[in-house]
């Protein structure tokens, strides 16, 4: 599979959630484990699923302190999941999947470090984007304040599906009704159906996707995979393997000149086992993963532990389009 950047994702089946997904920042390469799989008929039976007086669709449902809590919006998903130890009971959520035009959102950051930012089209949304408004209430329902956890933080990822080209992701939260943004991105997946932008948070508010453009003082670049993932490499390697992982930037202003500045991290998942049976499966990211050396940007993958089966290697950054490109273990 030749590297792919988002914009020309085909329906596949996917996700990332990026579905691509759920990861927690505790993944090691030194000890890979697959943190989860990715459902997306998965429905909640207590859920309730209705439309708020502005049309949005809207999903209640009993909120678990233990258990994946997904809001299934059919095109795209919203998925809280609290840390282990806490322990609540009687509390509903609601997820408002409030669509919102580009011209909205740019004048909500417009006056915050966010200003450059666009946020993520979501296919099926008539060129929209989606703001997440999360509440909460008790079985009366009556308002409540969303419980909240200390250390380590509340997991939240969207995942969904875009042709947009996604430059320097970001996944956005601000108090309801606010402009106070700030970007909670912890990992972000790219898998052939959808994308997934994932993120820790100790509260719940609004959360919106975004494509924050080049933030690097030497600006937007192309980016180019050496071997052994170029698009002429078989890209397979035996188990035990450690993977060298690395790639070039050129600068779309100058395309003579390197840009050397840039972060980078990488996510992974497992799409299909040995057998090659469809499975989705995160099963490592970092951020700000790669090195700059030599004319490239340079990562060792540890991948001594990984089972055999196709991989999906994600690459984004601040300075370049996220880019994937599929690797096997045989």
């Not at 890979?32 to 859920?47: G, I, M």
């Not at 700059?292 to 089972?307: C, D, E, F, N, V």
């Amino acid at each position: 599979m030749v590297p792919t950047q988002i914009s020309r994702l085909s329906r596949w089946l996917l996700s990332v959630s990026t579905s691509v997904f759920l990861v927690s920042s505790s993944l090691h390469a030194s000890d890979p484990q697959p943190k989860s799989s990715v459902d997306h008929n998965l429905k909640t039976a207590e859920s309730r699923s209705s439309r708020a007086s502005d049309g949005d669709p809207s999903i209640t449902q009993p909120l678990s302190p233990t258990a994946l809590n997904v809001f299934n919006f059919g095109p795209h998903l919203f998925k809280v999941q609290y840390p282990p130890g806490v322990s609540f009971s009687g509390v509903e959520m609601t997820v408002d999947a409030v669509s919102i035009t580009r011209s909205e959102f740019s004048q909500r950051v417009s006056n915050t470090s966010f200003a450059k930012s666009l946020c993520v089209v979501y296919s099926g949304e008539s060129g929209d984007c989606i703001d997440y408004q999360v509440t909460c209430s008790n079985t009366a329902a009556d308002p409540i304040a969303c419980p909240k956890a200390p250390s380590p933080y509340i997991s939240v990822d969207t995942s969904f599906d875009t042709q947009q080209s996604i430059v320097n992701p970001g996944f956005l939260t601000t108090p309801i009704g606010l402009n106070e943004w700030k970007n909670i991105l912890q990992a972000f997946y790219l898998v052939k159906v959808d994308p997934t932008s994932h993120g820790r948070t100790k509260g719940f508010s609004e959360f919106v996707v975004v494509s924050q453009g080049a933030t690097n003082q030497q600006g937007l670049g192309n980016l180019s995979l050496n071997a052994p993932f170029r698009s002429t490499d078989p890209r397979s390697f035996p188990p035990g393997s450690e993977i060298p992982v690395s790639f070039r930037l050129t600068s779309v202003g100058n395309p003579s000149q390197p840009v050397t500045d840039a972060l980078a991290g990488l996510s992974i998942v497992r799409v299909a086992n040995s057998s090659g049976e469809p499975v989705t499966e995160a099963w490592f990211h970092q951020s700000n993963a790669f090195v700059y050396q030599g004319g490239s940007y340079q990562y060792s993958l540890q991948a001594q532990k990984y089972p055999a089966g196709t991989y999906m290697l994600a690459i984004y950054g601040d300075a370049f389009a996220s880019q994937q490109v599929s690797f096997t273990i045989e």
